[in-house]
């Protein structure tokens, strides 16, 4: 409980806080209408470009100091609510032990322009590779211009343990040029969960700078976040993903994030944040070797951001990224083959594709001839096909 002394002193902490957000907007305002007026007739900008982005970074947290924020479209347009589910190359930067359900080679590559400023660029590139001892993953990250720039490579390295839980670490080299002022570098280290609690419920863990890196002479700390949440398949093809995301310099930060699959082609998703608020959506669409996803968000203060990114699977099998959030419900059954000379109509039934009827034909036929000699004598019951046949042929049998 608060004391009335502290109460006054939240109150006033937070009426600064909003005042000066505003002020800044308004300063912000007036520099774009100057940059119209004094910056045209010169070709440098660079004066202008730092003044903005000094006020950008004091507004809003716009991707500063090395934040390990999800770089891909899908994953922005569910939120940033991901830790829970991670099965694409760019969740190197969510949930790092989710890289281990990725079976094959994989690439991804991603760009955004937040608020449509490109002294604000971010791209990134991310590979997935597995082995025998493991998943092995390599990010580039860049973010800023030639005024300010934030580079990071991350190297990780991600197992599984019987398909049921993964877990991962992250390395990551972390370098900050600001022009004429020098630059930095460091090492920082994450570490990543993931459970499947239950065929359709995952629960994800990340924490990042577990090694408190710091950058510059004065030992500036960067930020450690703590990142949990569950994911969710209440019916095939939908997904629910709910994420609390903490950033130790920041108040805890709610995510919440959708996707629902149309015909296996087109992904439509759609999420929201807190701290700042922000509402996200986009759409991916989903080829046999290739993903390309688009997703846009929205800032309160700030306006839109738009995101691009495309995923390529380096193999020639034809299991989509996308699709990977349901394929883990499916666990591998033995099938018990059904004679089908001695099955009664209630066996039958147990074989899909065949019903009451069908497998009333099917006794009825075997009662006519008296007994199967071939598989393929199905094929003269009313109602069994070539197709359907060979649908039901891995469960069905003949035995003397």
Request: aromatic share 12%; hydrophobic share 40%.
């Amino acid at each position: 409980m608060l004391l009335p002394g502290q109460t006054l002193f939240r109150n006033i902490q937070k009426f600064i806080f909003t005042l000066t957000k505003l002020a800044t907007l308004k300063i912000i305002n007036f520099i774009m209408i100057i940059k119209k007026i004094i910056f045209r007739p010169f070709k440098t900008k660079k004066i202008f470009l730092l003044l903005l982005n000094t006020l950008l970074l004091i507004q809003t947290r716009a991707y500063t100091s090395f934040e390990l924020r999800g770089s891909g479209a899908r994953i922005h347009a569910m939120g940033q609510a991901y830790v829970g589910l991670s099965n694409t190359p760019d969740a190197i930067f969510i949930n790092c032990s989710g890289l281990a359900q990725i079976p094959y080679p994989s690439l991804s590559a991603s760009y955004t322009r937040p608020f449509g400023l490109k002294e604000l660029t971010i791209g990134s590139v991310t590979t997935v590779i597995p082995t025998a001892l493991g998943n092995l993953a390599m990010g580039f990250t860049n973010f800023g211009s030639d005024i300010y720039r934030e580079q990071s490579l991350t190297t990780s390295f991600n197992r599984s343990v019987k398909g049921k839980f993964y877990y991962g670490f992250n390395l990551h080299y972390m370098k900050l040029q600001i022009s004429n002022y020098g630059s930095d570098f460091c090492f920082e280290l994450d570490l990543g969960f993931l459970m499947k609690i239950l065929p359709n419920l995952s629960w994800g863990f990340m924490a990042t700078n577990l090694n408190r890196a710091t950058l510059g002479q004065a030992g500036d700390n960067l930020p450690q976040t703590f990142n949990t949440g569950l994911s969710i398949y209440p019916i095939n093809n939908l997904t629910l993903n709910l994420d609390m995301f903490k950033d130790s310099m920041f108040p805890l930060e709610l995510r919440c994030g959708i996707e629902y699959l149309l015909f296996n082609r087109v992904a439509i998703r759609s999420g929201f944040s807190t701290e700042p608020s922000r509402f996200c959506a986009g759409f991916g669409f989903l080829f046999s070797h290739l993903e390309i996803d688009y997703a846009i968000t929205t800032h309160k203060d700030l306006g839109l951001t738009h995101y691009f990114s495309l995923q390529l699977l380096l193999n020639h099998r034809k299991n989509r990224i996308i699709s990977e959030n349901i394929n883990y419900k499916l666990r591998p059954v033995k099938i018990t083959k059904i004679n089908i000379n001695t099955a009664t109509i209630e066996n039958l039934q147990k074989i899909p594709g065949i019903g009451p009827t069908l497998a009333q034909r099917i006794v009825a036929y075997r009662q006519q001839i008296g007994k199967f000699i071939s598989l393929e004598q199905l094929q003269q019951v009313k109602g069994i096909g070539k197709n359907k046949f060979e649908s039901i042929k891995p469960y069905i049998t003949i035995v003397e």
